[in-house]
């Protein structure tokens, strides 16, 4: 594996003086202990080192791109990661030619791409949530009449596992947005239109007779803005398919389309800035396999429909996580998709006013809810019912909080928190139980010098539920733009399990230098949900030593 890696690394930099070369390695490694709290499950246990190491190469010449992403899970990819990561493989690989003169630009090989907001279509990677769905095949790029006109049609297969694990069904797309504002040379006025297609080549007819081999989703959208005033919507149908119950296609139950709308909002001026988002969504996820559907580590997932709620900084906000709950159920449970939105507000009070003091105070309001489709006429036989359009059914979650963030002076900045959560765990986790919650908490930063700084945050949250009150706290002290040291812990001192009363600390440092940052940590990970823009995985308790690498040339 390392002559290989070293003559790949000679390869690539032959080429270097005929044009550019960019380098980059991230590694992320873990040592799981057990400690007198915290224990491994057996399948875990029988490897206690895991690692995910990423090497990424991108060379540039003239109007061709060539690319190429090494990746290593060996001896183990981290807990909770998609068991198909595995040992040292090619990640992704590309060739790419882009002239801007002619608007025209194409790839062969693995790419990423996202549709608008990505409710038909995206593929993407993010190392920390485990997420790799790029798409092998070949996509073009098509820009024209001044770039008021883009175009994109692509096809390929999914990624699932390593770089040429791919799934087993074919992908198809097409995506047009045109600027009418642009072709018509307005300037104060902004008006958009657009629209997106995909369709899933899937051949499973010798195991399911009724199940079509082709299901497409489209959508059309339009975008309006003038001054500080924006809108838009769009709206997405998705074609009949067969229904999935306990991770399993069921090949006599009707099939059910699906559709989904989404609407955003917002007005802001120098100050003040108001945003809502609007979103409904009935049977509505999809995925390049359909066997897949449901997965843990969101694999072979086709469209991006994260939660629309804020992602909040301190972590007892982030207990009590809304995960978006698209799909339509019967069994075990009847949920027929979900429906609601958020609004976000921030106000600033400016320097020199009775509020805002010398430097000025910022306020942030945030408040979102969000519930199943108003639904009737059940019936089971058939997985029939009647699905209101517009119509609020059983509560899924709710919060309203507040942020206030002062500078008092040169030196000292502060910032105090307050969140308020209602999260119904049958409804979101399928499991059980109702959870009210309150939270506090209060950050202060303070200067030492010019790359000098002492944080300090506290932090607490009253639940009425489930695992009960937590408190934690952080100390981060930088002494300069080169080392960092922090040490945090939250604690779980109102469960009313005695041996479940656990200390989730860490204690780590880093050090920073250009391009390069080294970090290391020891200490405890809180079992739950991880989510990074909205889109979640599920991660075990653990405890042990985490160590970090990122560079680039």
Not at 260 to 285: D, H, P, V, W
């Amino acid at each position: 594996m390392n002559k290989k890696l070293f003559s790949l690394l000679l390869m690539l930099s032959g080429f270097y003086a005929y044009g550019q070369l960019q380098v980059g390695l991230e590694s992320n490694s873990q040592w799981y202990i057990d400690d007198n709290k915290i224990k491994l499950s057996e399948s875990d246990a029988d490897e206690r080192f895991r690692t995910g190491s990423y090497l990424k190469a991108e060379y540039y010449l003239k109007k061709w791109e060539f690319g190429l992403q090494l990746e290593s899970y060996a001896p183990r990819a981290p807990m909770n990661y998609n068991e198909q990561f595995d040992n040292f493989n090619i990640g992704t690989i590309y060739t790419r030619f882009n002239d801007s003169e002619l608007g025209l630009d194409a790839t062969v090989g693995h790419f990423y791409e996202q549709f608008a907001s990505g409710l038909v279509f995206r593929s993407w990677e993010d190392r920390q949530l485990g997420i790799n769905n790029a798409i092998f095949g070949a996509r073009v790029n098509y820009t024209f009449a001044n770039q008021a006109i883009k175009s994109t049609i692509l096809g390929g297969r999914q990624r699932l596992g390593m770089g040429f694990d791919l799934a087993k069904s074919m992908l198809y797309a097409a995506n047009l947005e045109v600027s009418v504002s642009d072709l018509m040379r307005i300037e104060d006025f902004e008006l958009a239109f657009g629209a997106s297609y995909l369709m899933r080549y899937e051949n499973i007819t010798d195991l399911f007779p009724n199940a079509n081999k082709t299901t497409t989703v489209a959508s059309t959208r339009v975008d309006l803005g003038k001054g500080g005033v924006h809108w838009g919507v769009e709206y997405a149908f998705k074609s009949k398919d067969l229904p999935m119950e306990f991770f399993e296609i069921q090949n006599d139950l009707p099939k059910r389309s699906g559709s989904a709308l989404l609407m955003n909002m917002g007005y802001s001026q120098k100050g003040f800035g108001i945003t809502a988002n609007l979103r409904r969504m009935e049977n509505f996820s999809f995925y390049s396999e359909r066997a897949l559907a449901g997965n843990l580590y969101n694999q072979g997932v086709v469209n991006y429909i994260p939660a629309l709620t804020k992602q909040y900084d301190f972590s007892l906000q982030n207990i009590y996580v809304y995960q978006a709950q698209p799909n339509l159920t019967f069994m075990p449970l009847e949920k027929p998709g979900e429906i609601g939105g958020q609004v976000d507000l921030f106000y600033t009070f400016e320097g020199g006013s009775a509020l805002g003091g010398e430097f000025g105070t910022e306020i942030a309001i945030n408040g979102s809810y969000w519930a199943g489709l108003k639904y009737s006429n059940v019936e089971l036989e058939t997985r029939a019912m009647d699905v209101g359009f517009i119509e609020f059914g059983t509560k899924y979650y709710s919060d309203l909080g507040f942020e206030v963030t002062k500078r008092w002076s040169g030196k000292w900045d502060t910032k105090f928190s307050y969140l308020k959560q209602y999260y119904h765990k049958r409804y979101i986790e399928d499991t059980y139980g109702e959870v009210n919650s309150n939270f506090v908490g209060a950050e202060a930063t303070y200067k030492l010098g010019t790359t000098q700084s002492l944080r300090l945050q506290g932090q607490h949250i009253w639940v009425d539920g489930d695992k009960k009150n937590w408190v934690g706290g952080m100390l981060e002290y930088n002494p300069n733009s080169t080392y960092g040291f922090f040490l945090n812990d939250i604690y779980n001192y109102g469960n009313e399990e005695e041996d479940k009363k656990i200390h989730y600390y860490n204690v780590g440092t880093s050090y920073t230098k250009n391009r390069t940052r080294l970090s290391v940590s020891y200490g405890r990970q809180r079992g739950g949900l991880l989510c990074v823009g909205g889109v979640c995985r599920m991660v075990s308790e653990a405890a042990g030593l985490t160590m970090g690498i990122s560079t680039s040339f």
